[in-house]
C-alpha cells in the first residue's frame, strides 16, 4: 500500500509539520510514503538549484503520485497550496477517467487533512477554502480535521481492501 503526503512544507514550520506527520504516518499505518520534501533531487533548492526544473518536479512526484493508492492532502493554508490543488486535481481525474472507462486497476482514494480551527465558525470567523478542490476530496475519499483522525482513515482504507483480497497488508 503506497501514500503520497502533499503539503505545504516551504517554510519552517510546514516542513516540520510535515515532517511529523509522515513519520506518525508511517509508525501508525505501515504504508509506503512519499513526501516530496525528502526527494532531496527535485526539492533541495539550497544544494541543487541549478539543476533543479519545473518538469523534473513534475515527472518525478507524477510518478509517484499516480503509483500510489492513498493521497493524503492537507488543505490549511491561506488559500490551499497550489501544489497541492495540483496533487489533488490529478489524482482525482485519474480516478474519474479510470471510471469512466471502467477500467481497475488499484483501489486508490484522497485523504484530506483540513486542521484550521475557524473551519466552523461564521461570518467573519468563517474560513474559506475552495470548494472545488475540497468536493474532488470529499468524493474520491474524506476530509478530517486531526492526524488521529487520519491515521484512522488511512487504516480503515487499508482493512477495508486486505479483506476484498485486493492488496497484501506490511
Known sequence: ???????????????EWTAKLAEKIRKETGIELYVPQENDEINDKEKNDATITDVAIYEADTEELLDSNILIACLDGIDIDSGVSAEIGLFSGYIEAVKRNSVYDKPRIIIAIYTDMRRHGTGDNHHYINLYTKGACSKFGKVV??????????????????????????
Not at 500500500?1 to 519552517?12: C, S, V
Request: one cysteine or more; a negative charge.
Open 1 to 15: 500500500m503506497k501514500g503520497y503526503l502533499a503539503t505545504h512544507f516551504f517554510n519552517e514550520a510546514g516542513f
Open 145 to 170: 480535521h486531526n492526524s488521529d483522525d487520519l491515521v484512522k482513515e488511512i487504516n480503515d482504507f487499508i482493512q477495508l481492501h486486505a479483506k476484498e483480497g485486493l492488496i497484501c497488508q506490511n
